[in-house]
């Protein structure tokens, strides 16, 4: 209860102070919500996040819309987005995609090798 209470208050600060970015924990909590029950003005926060150039943000809404065929191209384009800005999950995920031979990127394989590269500059074990 208390820790639902300290995020929805920082939701609220980041509300107010448009140029501030929340930190990750806020942001993964506003997606498990729109993930979990829909509705826009989640959508529109992450997306606010995510056009403020947060990488968490960029992430969350490409793991979300990736699964809407719709939305693939975004997707793709957010995921690949959080990755350059050094978010280690979306470089994971996109690089265990091209390995696994999913496609997830529009099918140029040489674009895929940065993420690899990226990932083992952090000393990504994976």
């Known amino acids: 209860m208390t820790s639902t209470l300290v995020m929805v208050g920082m939701l609220i600060a980041c509300q107010v102070k448009e140029e501030v970015q929340p930190p ?72 265990n995609h091209a390995r696994s031979g999913t496609t997830v990127s529009r099918g140029d394989s040489e674009r895929d090798m940065p993420m690899y590269v990226q990932l083992a500059s952090q000393r990504q074990t994976k």
Do not use: C, F
């Not at 924990?25 to 029950?37: G, N, Q």
């Open 24 to 95: 990750a924990p806020v942001v993964e909590a506003v997606a498990r919500k729109l993930a979990e029950h829909g509705g826009a003005a989640a959508e529109r926060r992450l997306r606010e996040w995510e056009e403020q150039g947060s990488p968490v943000a960029a992430r969350e809404l490409g793991l979300l819309y990736i699964l809407d065929a719709a939305k693939h191209n975004e997707a793709v384009r957010l995921l690949e987005k959080a990755a350059l800005a050094g978010d280690t999950v979306s470089a994971n995920y996109l690089a």
